[in-house]
């Protein structure tokens, strides 16, 4: 089955060589079937990121510029895509054939429209991303979670961290670190919400795919994420992310 199953991947970059490398190196190594497509669209790194990838074998897309997440990885709506498309972040390394896994859920599951993997940190803790759907208060509170309390309460809400989610579990919230979606219904949607530079296109993806199918969570598999959380540490993405988030709920407060 996995032969007959065209599949298209879908990574963005910018200034991120090694990670990049390292990530289209673990797909490469790890993935069982020849029907895979994997498409590095480069936000015009300077860092020789797409050279670097070039040398691997996959095929390289200069974008022209720094697009931002969701609009570069809408370039691929454009291009030939599988039944299904994969969109993995440049921090992200596999250690087995986890698109495999994922697809052959959808297929067995035609309901199913997007689906991610258990993600951990590079120490093999869990990063709780399968998370509800954004609200002020989880966003803002959440924030504050290192003082603890009811700050930290509240983030455990959030990422569902009290929760046992094991196998296959229904989502809200779909990160967009990792996850595979069926091609037709990403092209219905017109991919990613554009007016997002970057942050909660994911979020917004997942409330509009929602609509017309289920967003699973696949706890049996897992990748690992080199989770930097830049908004964090850094004013500028700190800022970004807060424009995003009113952009989120200027469009999604009322629902």
């Known amino acids: ?16 060589r090694e990670k990049a490398v390292r990530a289209v190196r673990s ?36 974008t022209g510029g720094n697009l931002g997440f969701g609009r570069a990885h809408n370039l691929a ?14 921090d992200v390394q596999v250690d087995s054939d986890v698109l495999a896994r994922l697809i052959d859920v959808m297929e067995e599951h035609p309901e199913i429209a997007m689906i991610t993997p258990r993600i951990l940190n590079a120490d093999g803790t869990v990063q709780h991303l399968p998370k509800r759907q954004p609200t002020w208060r ?14 930290a309460k509240v983030r455990r809400e959030y990422t569902r961290q009290d929760e046992c989610l094991t196998g296959l579990c229904p989502i809200e919230f779909c990160t ?16 990613f ?8 296109e994911d979020a917004d993806l997942s409330r509009r795919v929602l609509e017309f199918g289920s967003i ?40």
Request: net charge neutral.
């Open 176 to 191: 967009g670190c990792f996850f595979v979606i069926r091609s037709e219904l990403f092209h219905r949607l017109s991919g």
């Open 77 to 90: 709506l454009g291009r030939p895509m599988g039944r299904y498309h994969a969109v993995v972040n440049p």
């Open 193 to 200: 919400d554009e007016r997002y530079f970057m942050y909660m």
């Open 27 to 62: 797909l490469i190594e790890h993935c069982t079937f020849d029907t895979v497509t994997v498409t590095v669209y480069d936000n015009d790194s300077s860092d020789h990121t797409a050279e670097a990838l070039a040398d691997l074998g996959v095929t390289v897309v200069p």
């Open 138 to 151: 989880y966003l803002l509170l959440g924030r504050l979670s290192s003082f603890g309390g009811p700050f």
């Open 1 to 16: 089955m996995r032969q007959a199953v065209p599949v298209s991947v879908g990574i963005v970059t910018y200034n991120d």
């Open 216 to 255: 699973m969570y696949d706890g049996d598999v897992t990748v690992t994420h080199l989770w930097e959380r830049e908004s964090s540490k850094k004013l500028r993405y700190l800022w970004i992310h807060l424009r995003s988030c009113f952009q989120y709920f200027k469009i999604w407060g009322k629902h």
